[in-house]
Protein backbone atom coordinates (compact mmCIF):
# COMPACT_ATOMS: atom_id res chain seq x y z
CA UNK A 1 0.00 0.00 0.00
CA UNK A 2 1.44 3.69 -1.09
CA UNK A 3 1.02 6.49 1.34
CA UNK A 4 0.04 8.28 -1.56
CA UNK A 5 -1.14 8.76 -5.15
CA UNK A 6 -0.94 11.82 -7.75
CA UNK A 7 -2.87 11.23 -11.05
CA UNK A 8 -3.05 12.35 -13.98
CA UNK A 9 0.09 14.64 -13.15
CA UNK A 10 1.86 16.82 -15.68
CA UNK A 11 5.55 16.67 -14.16
CA UNK A 12 8.11 18.27 -15.85
CA UNK A 13 10.74 15.38 -15.80
CA UNK A 14 14.18 16.78 -16.81
CA UNK A 15 13.71 19.08 -19.12
CA UNK A 16 9.66 17.70 -20.35
CA UNK A 17 6.24 17.83 -19.27
CA UNK A 18 4.82 14.15 -19.07
CA UNK A 19 1.03 13.13 -18.18
CA UNK A 20 1.29 10.19 -15.85
CA UNK A 21 0.13 8.45 -12.47
CA UNK A 22 2.69 8.07 -9.90
CA UNK A 23 3.45 6.87 -6.14
CA UNK A 24 4.96 7.58 -2.86
CA UNK A 25 5.96 5.86 0.01
CA UNK A 26 7.97 6.32 2.82
CA UNK A 27 8.79 10.04 1.60
CA UNK A 28 10.23 8.97 -1.79
CA UNK A 29 8.79 8.76 -5.27
CA UNK A 30 8.83 4.27 -5.46
CA UNK A 31 6.38 4.29 -8.76
CA UNK A 32 6.64 5.98 -11.78
CA UNK A 33 4.69 5.34 -13.77
CA UNK A 34 2.04 3.80 -11.11
CA UNK A 35 2.33 -0.19 -11.27
CA UNK A 36 -1.67 -1.23 -12.25
CA UNK A 37 -3.85 -2.07 -9.67
CA UNK A 38 -1.22 0.50 -6.70
CA UNK A 39 -3.40 1.55 -4.11
CA UNK A 40 -2.75 4.45 -1.52
CA UNK A 41 -3.79 5.66 1.51
CA UNK A 42 -4.53 9.52 0.09
CA UNK A 43 -4.79 10.06 -4.08
CA UNK A 44 -4.86 13.48 -5.21
CA UNK A 45 -6.64 13.89 -8.93
CA UNK A 46 -3.67 16.64 -10.37
CA UNK A 47 -5.85 16.55 -13.82
CA UNK A 48 -5.05 20.40 -15.90
CA UNK A 49 -2.67 21.03 -13.12
CA UNK A 50 1.15 21.49 -13.71
CA UNK A 51 3.39 19.79 -11.26
CA UNK A 52 6.93 20.73 -11.01
CA UNK A 53 10.09 19.79 -8.48
CA UNK A 54 9.48 21.06 -4.87
CA UNK A 55 11.01 24.79 -5.24
CA UNK A 56 13.64 25.91 -2.43
CA UNK A 57 13.98 29.12 -1.66
CA UNK A 58 17.73 29.65 -0.55
CA UNK A 59 18.14 33.13 1.01
CA UNK A 60 15.46 33.81 3.68
CA UNK A 61 15.44 35.51 7.39
CA UNK A 62 13.09 33.83 9.86
CA UNK A 63 14.88 36.32 12.50
CA UNK A 64 14.59 33.52 15.29
CA UNK A 65 16.23 33.76 18.15
CA UNK A 66 16.29 37.21 19.01
CA UNK A 67 13.83 39.28 16.46
CA UNK A 68 10.59 37.29 16.87
CA UNK A 69 8.52 40.79 16.99
CA UNK A 70 9.72 40.62 13.37
CA UNK A 71 9.02 37.13 12.29
CA UNK A 72 9.70 33.40 13.74
CA UNK A 73 10.28 29.78 11.74
CA UNK A 74 7.07 28.88 12.07
CA UNK A 75 5.27 31.81 10.65
CA UNK A 76 7.80 32.42 7.73
CA UNK A 77 7.59 28.41 6.91
CA UNK A 78 3.67 28.79 6.79
CA UNK A 79 4.25 31.43 4.48
CA UNK A 80 6.86 29.31 2.28
CA UNK A 81 4.33 26.10 1.74
CA UNK A 82 1.59 28.92 0.99
CA UNK A 83 3.74 29.95 -1.44
CA UNK A 84 5.16 26.55 -2.74
CA UNK A 85 8.30 26.33 -0.92
CA UNK A 86 9.01 22.72 0.09
CA UNK A 87 12.73 23.92 1.89
CA UNK A 88 14.38 27.32 2.51
CA UNK A 89 18.16 28.16 3.57
CA UNK A 90 17.81 30.75 6.71
CA UNK A 91 20.28 33.65 7.43
CA UNK A 92 22.35 34.07 10.61
CA UNK A 93 21.84 37.75 10.99
CA UNK A 94 19.61 36.93 14.30
CA UNK A 95 20.08 38.04 17.49
CA UNK A 96 22.71 36.29 19.01
CA UNK A 97 24.06 35.79 15.32
CA UNK A 98 24.48 32.02 14.07
CA UNK A 99 28.05 32.12 14.56
CA UNK A 100 28.78 28.93 16.53
CA UNK A 101 27.54 25.18 16.64
CA UNK A 102 25.69 26.04 19.49
CA UNK A 103 23.64 28.51 17.92
CA UNK A 104 23.60 26.64 14.59
CA UNK A 105 21.99 23.61 16.85
CA UNK A 106 19.46 25.88 19.00
CA UNK A 107 17.83 27.24 14.95
CA UNK A 108 17.90 23.41 14.26
CA UNK A 109 16.07 22.63 17.09
CA UNK A 110 13.89 25.24 17.18
CA UNK A 111 12.82 24.34 13.44
CA UNK A 112 12.54 20.79 14.21
CA UNK A 113 9.66 21.40 16.49
CA UNK A 114 7.86 24.29 14.20
CA UNK A 115 8.90 24.48 10.95
CA UNK A 116 5.83 23.96 8.23
CA UNK A 117 8.43 23.06 5.73
CA UNK A 118 12.28 21.35 5.39
CA UNK A 119 14.77 23.99 6.43
CA UNK A 120 19.02 24.39 6.28
CA UNK A 121 20.84 27.01 8.16
CA UNK A 122 23.86 29.37 7.27
CA UNK A 123 27.10 29.64 9.13
CA UNK A 124 27.47 33.65 9.98
CA UNK A 125 31.38 34.22 9.28
CA UNK A 126 32.73 37.05 11.74
CA UNK A 127 36.20 37.89 12.80
CA UNK A 128 35.84 35.30 15.61
CA UNK A 129 35.07 32.67 14.15
CA UNK A 130 36.35 33.06 10.24
CA UNK A 131 39.43 30.71 11.16
CA UNK A 132 37.88 27.69 12.18
CA UNK A 133 34.44 27.89 10.33
CA UNK A 134 35.37 24.15 8.95
CA UNK A 135 35.29 23.41 12.12
CA UNK A 136 31.02 23.96 12.38
CA UNK A 137 29.63 23.90 9.01
CA UNK A 138 30.20 20.25 9.05
CA UNK A 139 27.05 20.22 11.02
CA UNK A 140 23.87 18.49 9.33
CA UNK A 141 21.63 20.64 8.18
CA UNK A 142 23.92 23.45 7.52
CA UNK A 143 23.96 25.17 4.03
CA UNK A 144 27.14 27.04 3.96
CA UNK A 145 28.70 30.44 5.08
CA UNK A 146 27.52 33.54 4.82
CA UNK A 147 29.39 36.88 5.12
CA UNK A 148 28.43 40.61 4.76
CA UNK A 149 30.65 42.42 3.04
CA UNK A 150 28.78 45.26 3.69
CA UNK A 151 26.58 46.18 7.06
CA UNK A 152 22.82 45.60 6.70
CA UNK A 153 20.60 44.12 9.26
CA UNK A 154 22.35 43.24 12.00
CA UNK A 155 26.33 43.15 13.05
CA UNK A 156 27.53 40.55 11.08
CA UNK A 157 30.35 42.49 9.19
CA UNK A 158 33.28 41.45 7.44
CA UNK A 159 35.48 44.60 6.21
CA UNK A 160 38.52 43.65 6.67
CA UNK A 161 40.00 41.78 3.63
CA UNK A 162 42.49 39.63 5.90
CA UNK A 163 39.46 38.00 7.79
CA UNK A 164 37.64 37.86 4.63
CA UNK A 165 40.77 35.92 3.29
CA UNK A 166 40.80 33.52 6.38
CA UNK A 167 37.02 33.11 5.95
CA UNK A 168 36.83 31.79 2.51
CA UNK A 169 40.37 29.66 3.23
CA UNK A 170 38.26 28.10 6.50
CA UNK A 171 35.48 27.20 4.69
CA UNK A 172 35.00 23.83 3.16
CA UNK A 173 30.99 25.06 2.23
CA UNK A 174 29.82 27.65 -0.43
CA UNK A 175 30.54 31.10 0.49
CA UNK A 176 27.17 33.07 0.06
CA UNK A 177 28.33 36.66 0.01
CA UNK A 178 26.29 40.02 0.36
CA UNK A 179 28.08 42.19 -1.96
CA UNK A 180 28.35 45.54 -0.86
CA UNK A 181 31.89 47.68 -0.30
CA UNK A 182 31.56 49.08 3.85
CA UNK A 183 34.25 51.35 3.11
CA UNK A 184 32.73 53.11 0.25
CA UNK A 185 29.01 52.75 2.17
CA UNK A 186 30.64 55.33 4.81
CA UNK A 187 32.17 57.50 2.28
CA UNK A 188 29.14 57.78 0.47
CA UNK A 189 26.77 58.52 3.63
CA UNK A 190 29.40 61.00 4.83
CA UNK A 191 28.64 62.74 0.99
CA UNK A 192 25.11 62.35 1.18
CA UNK A 193 23.69 62.87 4.41
CA UNK A 194 24.66 66.28 4.87
CA UNK A 195 21.43 67.34 3.40
CA UNK A 196 17.98 65.74 4.17
CA UNK A 197 17.08 62.47 2.52
CA UNK A 198 14.82 60.28 1.14
CA UNK A 199 14.28 56.76 0.48
CA UNK A 200 14.72 57.79 -3.33
CA UNK A 201 18.75 58.38 -1.43
CA UNK A 202 18.76 55.11 -0.54
CA UNK A 203 19.82 53.73 -4.04
CA UNK A 204 22.42 56.31 -4.47
CA UNK A 205 23.87 55.99 -1.30
CA UNK A 206 24.33 52.19 -1.70
CA UNK A 207 25.09 53.14 -5.62
CA UNK A 208 26.45 50.67 -8.70
CA UNK A 209 29.86 50.96 -7.48
CA UNK A 210 29.70 50.19 -4.44
CA UNK A 211 28.25 46.86 -5.61
CA UNK A 212 30.58 46.17 -8.18
CA UNK A 213 33.58 46.69 -5.76
CA UNK A 214 32.56 44.19 -3.49
CA UNK A 215 31.78 41.50 -6.40
CA UNK A 216 34.45 42.34 -8.04
CA UNK A 217 36.83 41.22 -4.76
CA UNK A 218 34.66 38.16 -4.15
CA UNK A 219 34.94 36.68 -7.32
CA UNK A 220 38.87 37.63 -8.00
CA UNK A 221 39.27 36.04 -3.87
CA UNK A 222 37.53 32.91 -4.86
CA UNK A 223 39.23 32.47 -8.13
CA UNK A 224 42.60 32.93 -6.27
CA UNK A 225 41.71 30.86 -3.58
CA UNK A 226 39.55 28.06 -5.64
CA UNK A 227 36.48 28.42 -3.40
CA UNK A 228 33.10 27.85 -4.23
CA UNK A 229 30.74 31.60 -3.77
CA UNK A 230 27.73 32.47 -3.89
CA UNK A 231 26.92 36.05 -4.57
CA UNK A 232 23.64 37.04 -3.55
CA UNK A 233 20.82 39.45 -4.54
CA UNK A 234 22.62 40.98 -7.92
CA UNK A 235 21.44 44.05 -8.38
CA UNK A 236 23.42 45.95 -11.87
CA UNK A 237 23.90 45.68 -15.18
CA UNK A 238 27.42 46.33 -14.04
CA UNK A 239 27.33 43.37 -11.80
CA UNK A 240 25.64 41.29 -14.32
CA UNK A 241 28.18 42.26 -17.16
CA UNK A 242 31.51 41.45 -14.87
CA UNK A 243 29.76 38.09 -13.54
CA UNK A 244 28.93 36.94 -17.14
CA UNK A 245 32.81 37.54 -18.21
CA UNK A 246 34.49 36.17 -15.59
CA UNK A 247 32.11 33.47 -14.15
CA UNK A 248 33.10 29.79 -13.92
CA UNK A 249 31.97 26.50 -11.75
CA UNK A 250 33.29 28.33 -8.87
CA UNK A 251 30.85 31.09 -9.25
CA UNK A 252 27.42 30.92 -8.70
CA UNK A 253 24.76 34.53 -8.97
CA UNK A 254 21.15 34.65 -7.36
CA UNK A 255 18.92 37.28 -8.29
CA UNK A 256 15.44 38.20 -6.46
CA UNK A 257 11.92 38.71 -7.82
CA UNK A 258 11.71 42.35 -6.17
CA UNK A 259 14.91 43.09 -8.16
CA UNK A 260 13.40 41.24 -11.18
CA UNK A 261 9.81 43.16 -10.86
CA UNK A 262 9.94 46.60 -9.32
CA UNK A 263 12.22 49.69 -10.58
CA UNK A 264 13.19 52.95 -9.58
CA UNK A 265 11.79 55.86 -8.83
CA UNK A 266 8.49 54.16 -9.21
CA UNK A 267 8.87 52.06 -6.61
CA UNK A 268 9.81 54.77 -4.13
CA UNK A 269 6.56 56.99 -5.25
CA UNK A 270 4.33 54.45 -4.59
CA UNK A 271 5.46 52.05 -1.96
CA UNK A 272 8.11 54.70 0.08
CA UNK A 273 10.17 52.52 2.46
CA UNK A 274 8.33 49.38 2.07
CA UNK A 275 10.29 49.68 -1.15
CA UNK A 276 13.87 49.65 0.67
CA UNK A 277 15.83 46.90 0.98
CA UNK A 278 20.15 46.14 0.41
CA UNK A 279 21.37 46.72 -2.13
CA UNK A 280 18.74 48.76 -2.86
CA UNK A 281 15.72 48.46 -6.35
CA UNK A 282 17.35 50.27 -8.89
CA UNK A 283 16.23 52.21 -12.15
CA UNK A 284 14.77 50.08 -15.09
CA UNK A 285 18.18 49.62 -16.67
CA UNK A 286 19.42 47.54 -14.24
CA UNK A 287 15.85 45.29 -14.20
CA UNK A 288 16.66 44.96 -17.90
CA UNK A 289 20.43 43.77 -17.05
CA UNK A 290 19.32 41.36 -14.51
CA UNK A 291 16.37 39.96 -16.89
CA UNK A 292 19.48 39.09 -19.62
CA UNK A 293 21.61 37.31 -16.90
CA UNK A 294 18.93 35.33 -16.01
CA UNK A 295 18.28 34.36 -19.91
CA UNK A 296 21.71 33.95 -21.03
CA UNK A 297 22.19 31.59 -17.44
CA UNK A 298 24.75 34.08 -15.61
CA UNK A 299 22.31 33.85 -13.05
CA UNK A 300 21.73 30.75 -11.20
CA UNK A 301 19.13 31.08 -8.47
CA UNK A 302 16.30 32.73 -7.48
CA UNK A 303 15.81 33.95 -3.78
CA UNK A 304 13.24 35.22 -2.05
CA UNK A 305 15.32 37.50 0.46
CA UNK A 306 12.62 37.34 2.46
CA UNK A 307 13.24 39.93 5.36
CA UNK A 308 10.54 41.14 7.26
CA UNK A 309 10.13 44.36 9.52
CA UNK A 310 6.83 45.53 11.71
CA UNK A 311 5.14 47.99 9.33
CA UNK A 312 5.62 50.33 12.49
CA UNK A 313 9.25 50.29 12.01
CA UNK A 314 8.96 50.37 7.78
CA UNK A 315 6.88 53.58 8.32
CA UNK A 316 9.56 55.85 10.17
CA UNK A 317 11.58 58.70 8.27
CA UNK A 318 14.17 57.15 6.09
CA UNK A 319 16.76 56.46 7.23
CA UNK A 320 15.31 55.23 10.16
CA UNK A 321 13.38 52.96 8.35
CA UNK A 322 14.95 49.34 8.60
CA UNK A 323 15.63 47.38 5.00
CA UNK A 324 13.67 43.99 3.71
CA UNK A 325 10.56 43.33 2.76
CA UNK A 326 8.84 40.00 2.95
CA UNK A 327 9.24 37.89 0.06
CA UNK A 328 9.21 33.79 0.54
CA UNK A 329 5.17 33.23 -0.04
CA UNK A 330 5.42 36.03 -3.00
CA UNK A 331 8.09 34.63 -5.05
CA UNK A 332 6.38 31.78 -7.35
CA UNK A 333 3.32 33.86 -8.11
CA UNK A 334 5.84 36.65 -9.37
CA UNK A 335 7.39 33.92 -11.27
CA UNK A 336 4.23 33.24 -12.49
CA UNK A 337 3.74 36.88 -13.58
CA UNK A 338 6.75 36.54 -15.49
CA UNK A 339 5.79 33.09 -17.31
CA UNK A 340 2.94 34.49 -18.70
CA UNK A 341 5.02 37.75 -20.08
CA UNK A 342 7.07 35.26 -22.02
CA UNK A 343 10.41 35.87 -19.48
CA UNK A 344 11.17 32.52 -18.55
CA UNK A 345 9.39 29.08 -18.66
CA UNK A 346 8.60 26.33 -16.16
CA UNK A 347 11.89 24.52 -17.10
CA UNK A 348 13.72 27.65 -16.18
CA UNK A 349 11.74 28.01 -12.87
CA UNK A 350 12.70 24.40 -12.06
CA UNK A 351 16.14 24.81 -12.81
CA UNK A 352 16.48 28.44 -11.02
CA UNK A 353 14.70 27.09 -8.06
CA UNK A 354 15.29 23.45 -7.71
CA UNK A 355 18.00 21.82 -10.13
CA UNK A 356 20.62 24.91 -9.83
CA UNK A 357 20.36 24.78 -5.88
CA UNK A 358 20.73 21.14 -5.33
CA UNK A 359 23.44 20.65 -7.85
CA UNK A 360 25.08 23.86 -6.17
CA UNK A 361 24.68 23.32 -2.93
CA UNK A 362 25.17 19.53 -3.14
CA UNK A 363 21.80 18.84 -1.26
CA UNK A 364 20.99 14.92 -1.03
CA UNK A 365 18.19 13.09 -2.03
CA UNK A 366 16.90 15.68 -4.56
CA UNK A 367 16.88 13.89 -7.48
CA UNK A 368 14.14 15.56 -9.74
CA UNK A 369 10.60 13.54 -10.17
CA UNK A 370 12.46 10.30 -10.39
CA UNK A 371 12.13 7.07 -8.41
CA UNK A 372 14.29 7.36 -5.15
CA UNK A 373 14.26 11.10 -5.23
CA UNK A 374 12.48 12.66 -2.36
CA UNK A 375 8.57 13.59 -3.14
CA UNK A 376 9.17 16.80 -2.93
CA UNK A 377 6.15 18.53 -5.42
CA UNK A 378 5.31 22.26 -6.05
CA UNK A 379 1.89 22.22 -8.34
CA UNK A 380 0.37 24.91 -9.95
CA UNK A 381 -2.86 25.42 -11.92
CA UNK A 382 -2.09 27.92 -14.81
CA UNK A 383 -5.94 28.59 -15.59
CA UNK A 384 -6.70 30.10 -12.68
CA UNK A 385 -6.11 33.82 -11.25
CA UNK A 386 -4.79 34.79 -7.65
CA UNK A 387 -4.85 38.29 -6.19
CA UNK A 388 -1.86 38.63 -3.46
CA UNK A 389 -3.11 40.22 -0.38
CA UNK A 390 -1.84 41.58 2.87
CA UNK A 391 -4.66 39.48 4.68
CA UNK A 392 -2.85 36.34 2.78
CA UNK A 393 0.31 36.58 3.89
CA UNK A 394 1.65 34.47 6.81
CA UNK A 395 4.85 36.47 7.68
CA UNK A 396 4.00 38.03 11.38
CA UNK A 397 4.72 41.63 9.65
CA UNK A 398 1.68 41.22 8.16
CA UNK A 399 2.33 42.92 4.82
CA UNK A 400 3.93 42.75 1.26
CA UNK A 401 4.62 45.31 -1.27
CA UNK A 402 2.97 43.46 -3.41
CA UNK A 403 -0.76 43.95 -2.01
CA UNK A 404 -3.48 43.77 -4.54
CA UNK A 405 -1.64 42.48 -7.86
CA UNK A 406 -3.29 39.84 -9.90
CA UNK A 407 -1.22 36.56 -11.21
CA UNK A 408 -2.33 34.34 -13.66
CA UNK A 409 -2.16 31.17 -11.69
CA UNK A 410 -2.05 30.12 -8.33
CA UNK A 411 -0.04 27.13 -6.36
CA UNK A 412 -2.32 24.57 -5.17
CA UNK A 413 -0.65 22.37 -3.47
CA UNK A 414 2.95 21.73 -1.64
CA UNK A 415 4.26 18.46 -0.95
CA UNK A 416 7.10 18.03 1.09
CA UNK A 417 8.77 14.51 0.92
CA UNK A 418 5.21 12.88 0.22
CA UNK A 419 3.37 15.20 3.12
CA UNK A 420 0.83 17.60 1.66
CA UNK A 421 2.27 20.81 3.70
CA UNK A 422 -0.78 23.16 1.64
CA UNK A 423 -4.08 21.84 -0.38
CA UNK A 424 -6.23 24.34 -2.26
CA UNK A 425 -4.32 27.23 -0.52
CA UNK A 426 -5.20 26.15 3.03
CA UNK A 427 -2.36 24.92 5.51
CA UNK A 428 -2.73 21.18 6.42
CA UNK A 429 -1.77 19.56 10.09
CA UNK A 430 2.39 20.70 10.38
CA UNK A 431 4.41 18.03 8.66
CA UNK A 432 7.36 16.47 10.25
CA UNK A 433 9.86 18.19 9.13
CA UNK A 434 13.34 17.35 8.52
CA UNK A 435 16.72 19.28 8.01
CA UNK A 436 18.47 19.17 4.52
CA UNK A 437 21.66 17.58 4.14
CA UNK A 438 24.22 18.60 2.04
CA UNK A 439 27.42 16.16 0.83
CA UNK A 440 30.46 17.50 2.83
CA UNK A 441 34.22 16.65 1.90
Known amino acids: MLDLILKNANCLIEDKFETLDLGIKDGKITELPLSPGAQATKTFD???????????????????????????????????????????????NTNPSTTTRESLEEKLNIAKKTSYSDYAFYLGASAENAQHLHTIEDLDGCCGVKIFMGSSTGNLLVESEQVLEQAFTSAKKRIALHCE?????KKRKQELFQEPVTVHTHPLWRDEQTALIATKKAVNLALKLKKQIHTLHITTAE??????????SLISVECTPQHLTLSAPECYDRLKSLAQMNPPIREKRHLEALWTGVQ???????????????????????????????????????????????????????????????????????????????????????????????????TKSGWTPFDGMKIPGSITHTIVRGQPAMIDGELQERIESKNLSFEYN
Open 296 to 394: NKTVDIIGSDHAPHTLEEKNQDYPKSPSGMPGVQTTVLLMLEHIKKGRLSFQDLARLMYHNPVRLFKIQNKLGIKVGSDADFTIIDNNKSFQIENSWME
Open 46 to 92: LKGLTVLPGLIDTQVHFREPGLTHKEDIAHGSRGAVKGGIVSFFEMP
Open 239 to 248: EMSFLKENKN
Open 181 to 185: DEERL
